[in-house]
Nanobody, 118 residues
Framework: QVQVVESGGGSVQAGGSLRLSCAAS????????MNWYRQAPGKDRELVAA????????RYADTVKGRFTISRDNAKKMGYLQMNSLKPGDTAVYYC???????????WGQGTQVIVSS
Protein backbone atom coordinates (compact mmCIF):
# COMPACT_ATOMS: atom_id res chain seq x y z
CA GLN A 1 0.00 0.00 0.00
CA VAL A 2 0.99 3.64 -0.36
CA GLN A 3 3.13 5.01 2.43
CA VAL A 4 4.91 8.30 2.99
CA VAL A 5 6.85 8.38 6.23
CA GLU A 6 8.82 11.33 7.57
CA SER A 7 11.60 11.10 10.12
CA GLY A 8 14.38 13.22 11.55
CA GLY A 9 12.44 15.81 13.50
CA GLY A 10 13.40 16.84 16.98
CA SER A 11 14.36 19.69 19.27
CA VAL A 12 17.35 21.90 18.57
CA GLN A 13 18.62 25.29 19.64
CA ALA A 14 18.56 28.26 17.32
CA GLY A 15 21.40 28.09 14.85
CA GLY A 16 21.37 24.31 14.80
CA SER A 17 20.62 21.88 11.98
CA LEU A 18 18.30 18.99 11.29
CA ARG A 19 17.86 16.70 8.33
CA LEU A 20 14.39 15.43 7.61
CA SER A 21 13.86 12.29 5.57
CA CYS A 22 10.84 11.11 3.63
CA ALA A 23 10.49 7.44 2.71
CA ALA A 24 8.00 6.65 -0.04
CA SER A 25 6.58 3.28 -1.02
CA UNK A 26 3.67 1.81 -2.95
CA UNK A 27 3.80 4.28 -5.84
CA UNK A 28 6.18 5.47 -8.55
CA UNK A 29 8.01 8.07 -6.51
CA UNK A 30 10.14 9.24 -9.44
CA UNK A 31 6.99 10.45 -11.25
CA UNK A 32 5.89 12.70 -8.43
CA UNK A 33 6.92 16.19 -7.48
CA MET A 34 8.08 16.14 -3.88
CA ASN A 35 7.18 18.92 -1.51
CA TRP A 36 7.87 19.75 2.10
CA TYR A 37 5.17 21.68 3.95
CA ARG A 38 5.03 22.86 7.51
CA GLN A 39 2.31 23.91 9.88
CA ALA A 40 2.92 25.92 13.02
CA PRO A 41 0.34 26.08 15.82
CA GLY A 42 -2.52 28.36 14.88
CA LYS A 43 -1.23 28.90 11.36
CA ASP A 44 -2.08 27.55 7.93
CA ARG A 45 0.02 24.87 6.32
CA GLU A 46 2.65 26.46 4.09
CA LEU A 47 4.86 25.18 1.31
CA VAL A 48 8.50 25.23 2.38
CA ALA A 49 10.29 23.64 -0.57
CA ALA A 50 9.54 21.73 -3.75
CA UNK A 51 11.65 19.60 -6.06
CA UNK A 52 10.55 18.31 -9.48
CA UNK A 53 10.76 14.72 -10.57
CA UNK A 54 14.23 15.09 -12.09
CA UNK A 55 15.69 16.76 -9.03
CA UNK A 56 16.71 20.08 -10.55
CA UNK A 57 15.25 23.60 -10.20
CA UNK A 58 14.12 23.31 -6.61
CA ARG A 59 11.96 26.12 -5.19
CA TYR A 60 11.91 27.53 -1.70
CA ALA A 61 9.76 29.79 0.42
CA ASP A 62 11.45 33.13 0.98
CA THR A 63 11.56 32.45 4.71
CA VAL A 64 13.87 29.44 4.27
CA LYS A 65 15.82 30.35 1.14
CA GLY A 66 19.55 30.01 1.71
CA ARG A 67 19.06 27.94 4.85
CA PHE A 68 17.14 24.84 3.69
CA THR A 69 18.02 22.43 0.91
CA ILE A 70 15.61 19.93 -0.58
CA SER A 71 16.87 16.84 -2.38
CA ARG A 72 15.69 13.44 -3.53
CA ASP A 73 17.03 10.01 -4.42
CA ASN A 74 14.60 8.40 -6.84
CA ALA A 75 16.42 5.08 -6.81
CA LYS A 76 15.92 4.83 -3.04
CA LYS A 77 12.48 6.46 -3.10
CA MET A 78 13.69 8.97 -0.57
CA GLY A 79 13.36 12.70 -0.12
CA TYR A 80 15.27 14.98 2.20
CA LEU A 81 15.15 18.44 3.70
CA GLN A 82 18.41 19.72 5.14
CA MET A 83 17.67 22.56 7.52
CA ASN A 84 20.51 24.79 8.69
CA SER A 85 20.64 27.96 10.76
CA LEU A 86 17.33 27.07 12.31
CA LYS A 87 15.26 29.79 13.94
CA PRO A 88 12.46 29.62 16.51
CA GLY A 89 10.11 30.63 13.70
CA ASP A 90 10.87 27.32 11.99
CA THR A 91 9.09 25.46 14.77
CA ALA A 92 6.30 23.45 13.17
CA VAL A 93 5.15 20.03 12.12
CA TYR A 94 6.82 19.24 8.80
CA TYR A 95 5.01 17.14 6.20
CA CYS A 96 6.28 15.37 3.12
CA UNK A 97 3.96 15.50 0.12
CA UNK A 98 4.20 13.70 -3.22
CA UNK A 99 2.16 15.21 -6.03
CA UNK A 100 1.53 13.86 -9.54
CA UNK A 101 0.77 16.79 -11.81
CA UNK A 102 -1.01 14.83 -14.56
CA UNK A 103 -2.94 12.35 -12.43
CA UNK A 104 -3.56 15.03 -9.77
CA UNK A 105 -2.88 12.35 -7.18
CA UNK A 106 -1.08 13.28 -4.01
CA UNK A 107 0.09 11.52 -0.89
CA TRP A 108 0.92 12.90 2.54
CA GLY A 109 3.00 11.70 5.40
CA GLN A 110 1.95 11.90 9.04
CA GLY A 111 4.35 14.73 9.84
CA THR A 112 7.39 15.13 12.04
CA GLN A 113 7.74 17.76 14.76
CA VAL A 114 10.55 20.29 14.69
CA ILE A 115 11.07 22.51 17.72
CA VAL A 116 13.67 25.27 17.68
CA SER A 117 14.40 26.99 20.98
CA SER A 118 16.08 30.35 21.41
Amino acid sequence: QVQVVESGGGSVQAGGSLRLSCAASGFTFSSYIMNWYRQAPGKDRELVAAIPTGGSSARYADTVKGRFTISRDNAKKMGYLQMNSLKPGDTAVYYCNAHHVVLTTEYWGQGTQVIVSS
